[in-house]
C-alpha cells in the first residue's frame, strides 16, 4: 500500500509588532521629506521674490539716477525745484527734478529750445519721482509734466517701501541701516545746494511662513542706493 505524502504550505507573515514598527519607519521618513520640501518651496518662494524685488528697485534706481543726473542741463541751477523736493506725510521722499534738454536740438521749435513750456516737446524735462499707495502696495511713480499728450504719471516700480533722497555739496561716503544710509561723511545741505544725491530705495518683505514652521523665514529689508553726481551742477569735489 502505497501513502500519500503531503506538504503544509506555510502560512507565515508580518506580525502585528512587524507592522507598527514598518508603518512607525514609514511615517518618520515621510515627515522629514515633507518638511524638507516646505523648507525647499518656502526657500524658493523667498529667493523668487528677492530676485523680482532687486529686477524692480535696480530699475526704479536706473531711471531715476540717469534723469536726476541730467539735472540743470542749460538751466541757471541745479535743477531741483526746492519747494516740490520735500518729504510726503509718510516720510518718504519726493524729489522734482528741471532740465532743458531739447536746448540744441535744431528739430524743436524756438519755445521748446529756449525753456520748459511746451507740452510734447519738453518732454521728459519737468519730472517728479514720488511714492504712491495703490491697492495694497505702494508704487514708484514718475510725473511727467510735459508729455505728449498732456501731464501724465507712469509707475517705474511696482513696489517700493520707501524712498530716500540726500543732498550733498560734494561725494560722500556712508552706511547703512534698515532701509536707509547712516553716518554720511558730510552733512546734508538744501536741495538747492546739492551736487551730489544718495537715493536709497528699500523693499520689505515680509516673513515666509510661522516662526518654528519648517522653511520659516524671517522678514527683512532689502535696501539699494545708488550715487548721483550733479553734472551740470559746477561739482569740484568729487
Known amino acids: 500500500m502505497s501513502k500519500r505524502l503531503t506538504t503544509k504550505k506555510s502560512e507565515d507573515g ?4 512587524e507592522l507598527i514598527i514598518a508603518m512607525t519607519i514609514t511615517l518618520v521618513v515621510l515627515t522629514v521629506a515633507t518638511t524638507l520640501l516646505a523648507q525647499s518651496l518656502n526657500m524658493r518662494t523667498r529667493s523668487n521674490e528677492n530676485v523680482d524685488a532687486i529686477a524692480d528697485a535696480e530699475r526704479a534706481l536706473n531711471i531715476m539716477s540717469r534723469e536726476i543726473s541730467q539735472a540743470g542741463f542749460n538751466l541757471t541751477d541745479n535743477g531741483i525745484v526746492a519747494e516740490d523736493s520735500i518729504i510726503d506725510g509718510n516720510g518718504n521722499s519726493m524729489i ?17 529750445r529756449q525753456g520748459i513750456s511746451v507740452q510734447g516737446e519738453d518732454a521728459g524735462e519737468d519730472v517728479k519721482f514720488f511714492i504712491h499707495p495703490a491697492n495694497n502696495t505702494t508704487l514708484l511713480a514718475r510725473y511727467d509734466q510735459y508729455a505728449a499728450g498732456g501731464a501724465e504719471s507712469t ?5 517700493l517701501d520707501s524712498l530716500r533722497v540726500h543732498y550733498f ?15 554720511p561723511s558730510a552733512a546734508e545741505v538744501a536741495p538747492a545746494a546739492a551736487r551730489y544725491v544718495v537715493i536709497a ?3 520689505r518683505q515680509g516673513a515666509t511662513g510661522a516662526p ?12 539699494l542706493t545708488s550715487d548721483v553726481a ?9
Not at 527734478?97 to 519755445?111: F, H, K
Not at 518654528?212 to 535696501?223: D, K, V
Request: hydrophobic content about 40%; aromatic content about 8%.
Open 14 to 17: 508580518f506580525s502585528l509588532v
Open 96 to 112: 522734482r527734478i528741471r532740465a532743458n534738454l531739447n536746448r540744441y536740438d535744431t528739430t524743436a521749435s524756438a519755445p521748446a
Open 155 to 159: 509707475v517705474v516700480a511696482n513696489r
Open 169 to 183: 555739496a560734494q561725494r560722500v561716503t556712508y552706511n547703512t541701516a534698515g532701509c536707509d544710509i547712516s553716518a
Open 201 to 203: 530705495v528699500c523693499v
Open 212 to 223: 518654528g514652521s519648517p522653511g520659516y523665514q524671517p522678514a527683512h529689508n532689502l535696501l
Open 230 to 238: 550733479l553734472r551740470n551742477a559746477n561739482l569740484t569735489d568729487y
